[in-house]
């Protein structure tokens, strides 16, 4: 159950990236080398230098490799995004 919990986290982040960056997440990549950036402790899509730190702060504790430094995903995350 922990693992589906922080590979949801995980996702949720990727869809942060997604909606701020408006790309394509690992393009260009097959599914075997995305599974091999997804697994490397620390890879995060990088977000681009017009991306607010706080903005910055939130996708990155979602696509934190250590499920225990991931925020929980429900109504808590999505007030901490409406400053945004």
């Known amino acids: 159950y922990g693992y589906l919990v922080s ?19 690992f393009e260009g990549c097959d599914s075997r080398k995305i599974c091999e950036l997804a697994e490397s402790e620390g890879y995060q899509e990088p977000l681009g230098e017009g991306c ?14 250590e499920p225990s430094e991931q925020p929980p995903v429900d109504g808590r995350a999505l007030s901490g995004l409406s400053i945004f």
């Not at 607010?52 to 490799?65: F, M, N, R, V």
């Open 52 to 65: 607010p730190p706080q903005l910055q702060e939130i996708i990155g504790g979602y696509q934190a490799y």
């Open 7 to 25: 590979w949801f986290s995980f996702s949720f982040g990727i869809v942060l990236w997604e909606i701020t960056t408006g790309k394509i997440p």
